[in-house]
């Protein structure tokens, strides 16, 4: 898998250092080199990246600051002489921390972690159905006509378009079959299709004339999942 990717970075021997190290990685394909992130914002609005190498302490704009004013959906590898911004870069999901110098070898760790997780990502872009075992046989049930699904004692009812289906799966196995950018848990007794989603008001969710509400324990993982749908 083919990785497209930039360097932010205003340091021109640590710039320098990280082409090296993407020229020897065969499946990343660099894009550009920005010295500056102002510059690499303009880059970004018009230009699809899978991945960042992006410098914290920049004049200007920080690394920080891009990522908080921006919505990245790339994977982003910090690069940093500094060691105090670790906690603010894994608040903000980056995919990896690089502390100046590092080596060739971290350097690859971090590479390899970013295509795993763009390689996950493109599996659950193409999912579109599962099966799910109801009575004596498994049905086949398409994704995006799902509504919501509702836990009743020892059964989940999945909700569709058009139909009901009861089954004895879980709601643990139907979490590890179904991406959870599409359809994601917001209470022990229900899931809910991101996009079949007509509002939200408080700890509520309304979908068609149904109201399904949100649990403390699921809400701030749905917040961060429907902040970047």
Do not use: W
């Not at 990785?3 to 340091?11: A, L, N, V």
């Not at 959870?180 to 007794?189: A, D, G, M, T, W």
């Not at 509002?199 to 979908?207: H, L, N, T």
């Amino acid at each position: 898998m083919n990785i497209s990717c930039i360097i932010i970075e205003d340091e021109p021997l640590a710039m320098e250092r990280t082409k090296s190290f993407v020229s020897k990685l065969p499946f990343l394909n660099l894009l550009a080199c920005f010295e500056s992130g102002i510059d690499a914002i303009e880059f970004l609005k018009s230009n699809k990246v899978d991945l960042l190498f992006l410098d914290i302490n920049m004049d200007e704009l920080s690394g920080i600051q891009l990522l908080e004013s921006l919505k990245i959906e790339s994977e982003v590898i910090i690069t940093t002489a500094y060691n105090e911004y670790a906690l603010k870069g894994y608040e903000l999901n980056v995919t990896d921390y690089l502390l100046k110098p590092f080596t060739f070898e971290r350097f690859i760790q971090a590479a390899n972690k970013a295509q795993s997780n763009l390689a996950k990502h493109k599996t659950v872009e193409e999912k579109k159905f599962i099966f799910v075992k109801t009575e004596y046989r498994l049905e086949k049930i398409l994704l995006n006509e799902i509504l919501y699904i509702e836990g009743m004692r020892d059964y989940r009812r999945i909700h569709t378009i058009d139909k009901k289906i009861m089954t004895l799966q879980t709601f643990k196995d139907l979490e590890l079959e179904i991406p959870e950018n599409l359809i994601c848990r917001v209470h022990k007794s229900f899931m809910v299709s991101l996009d079949k989603i007509n509002s939200i008001e408080r700890d509520r969710i309304k979908i068609r004339d149904v109201l399904i509400p949100i649990s403390e324990t699921y809400k701030k993982r749905f917040l961060e999942l429907i902040n970047h749908s």
